[in-house]
């Protein structure tokens, strides 16, 4: 029986190496669907609370985790020598920045050495991982042919990017639309269906990995550049007295030809800050300088400099120095209402803080605590009235819906209101806005 039907018939077994915010929910969905999966990590700590049924994603369900791992759909291992057992392995590793803001795909390239051993015929594999154009057929395929057998021949190879939007309420894993692209039409094909077999949206075929590779980061460059423009005309706005959320507000009424985008302290998540940079690096291997790209770049990375800069004036309107100052900063996540905090800009904003001396607390019911590099903070454990009247500033850095911003307003001092999240607090009294 050859892969396609496998795929059909739900008998082929399905891998997914790297068990985070992205290989968690998919290895879920292809459990669900019907497959026997087997889940790859090198953390120990992951793995076993897999095995157990316990979830430490947001975006999957408790009782669906459970009920898959004690039906023996889903187990998960450290031990590489299982991919031997799979007919499909996709790729779910982080692809970071490293200090030089360059691509750092070592773990894409050690998830790939670990697979050749156990490489056989007939064989799917899937890169899921952001990166840039090329990475598929450039570092993917020659290290699988390591293996002796041939990409397209012996083996199916295919990228299909991630597009998961922690916290959605709508689109999940298994509604987002999937775009893929494989190294030949029987490649593009085989992906395509165990995609098409798993999820509950339409999969979109391309014709070569470095378009579905593009195509990724152009989804997040797009959203990079146009928060940039934004958190541009939010710092023009604010020099000319205008409110840059009734402008965006007026500008939604037009029912074409606009998309509204929000400023805010800056850029966060796994993606859109770090998409833009992996294009840039690779546009100079070809002599070309992506401007416009950097550029907003720029805009967006001096944002928590920048809501730092105006928590100084607030201040200096009360007579009070940022040094000294206690400042209780509303939420570390990097977006409202998820337990992330990675690349979090609320967290660069208390790190730009502590740097000019001010006495930093901060309340999130999502995280009550992080380490992000040396930045490690405990926050408080709920928000009461004593802890609102101690602070000299509060700045609200991620619009959690869990907080009672009328609450703040009635006891905070002073509010710098980085997010617009008390938009709808009626006593406008004592907050600034971005």
Not at 184 to 190: K, P, R
Not at 265 to 276: F, S, Y
Not at 339 to 353: C, F, M, Q, T
């Amino acid at each position: 029986m050859n892969l396609k039907q496998k795929l059909l018939n739900k008998t082929a077994r399905l891998g997914v190496v790297g068990l985070g915010y992205v290989g968690l929910p998919l290895a879920v969905e292809k459990a669900k669907a019907g497959f026997h999966v087997l889940g790859f990590d090198i953390q120990k700590s992951k793995v076993d609370m897999v095995n157990a049924g316990h979830n430490y994603i947001g975006d999957v369900v408790n009782e669906d985790l459970e009920q898959i791992v004690s039906s023996g759909l889903l187990t998960a291992t450290t031990d590489f020598a299982a991919v031997a057992q799979c007919d499909c392995v996709c790729i779910a590793v982080p692809t970071p920045l490293d200090r030089h803001q360059q691509p750092d795909i070592s773990y894409v390239q050690s998830s790939t050495e670990s697979i050749v051993p156990y490489l056989h015929k007939d064989m799917l594999v899937v890169l899921e991982s952001t990166t840039y154009p090329g990475t598929t057929e450039e570092l993917l395929k020659p290290i699988l042919e390591k293996s002796g057998l041939k990409c397209g021949e012996d083996f199916y190879l295919a990228f299909s990017p991630e597009r998961v939007d922690p916290g959605n309420l709508i689109y999940k894993t298994k509604n987002t639309p999937k775009v893929v692209g494989g190294m030949t039409l029987a490649c593009t094909e085989i992906a395509a269906t165990m995609y098409e077999m798993v999820l509950d949206a339409p999969v979109h075929r391309v014709s070569s990995p470095a378009i579905a590779e593009m195509e990724k980061i152009l989804e997040n460059t797009y959203r990079n550049i146009n928060i940039g423009l934004v958190n541009e005309l939010a710092m023009l706005c604010h020099k000319m007295g205008i409110s840059i959320w009734e402008v965006i507000d007026a500008a939604k009424t037009k029912p074409y030809g606009f998309q509204a985008f929000f400023p805010g302290p800056g850029l966060g998540g796994h993606c859109i800050p770090l998409d833009p940079y992996y294009l840039s690096w690779k546009a100079r291997e070809y002599g070309f300088h992506t401007s416009m790209i950097e550029s907003s770049m720029m805009v967006n990375d001096q944002m928590p400099e920048y809501c730092v800069n105006r928590a100084m004036h607030i201040l200096n309107k009360e007579r009070k120095a940022i040094s000294g100052a206690k400042v209780l900063v509303l939420g570390v996540a990097y977006k409202q209402d998820i337990d992330d905090h990675r690349e979090s800009p609320a967290v660069r904003v208390i790190e730009e803080l502590l740097k000019v001396g001010a006495q930093v607390t901060y309340y999130d019911p999502w995280i009550p605590s992080f380490k992000d590099g040396d930045l490690q903070m405990k926050g408080l454990p709920e928000l009461t009235q004593e802890a609102l009247e101690k602070a000299d500033l509060v700045m609200v850095t991620t619009a959690h819906t869990n907080v009672d911003y009328t609450f703040v307003q009635q006891h905070a001092p002073s509010i710098f209101d980085t997010k617009n999240a008390m938009k709808a607090v009626e006593n406008r009294s004592k907050i600034e806005v971005l």
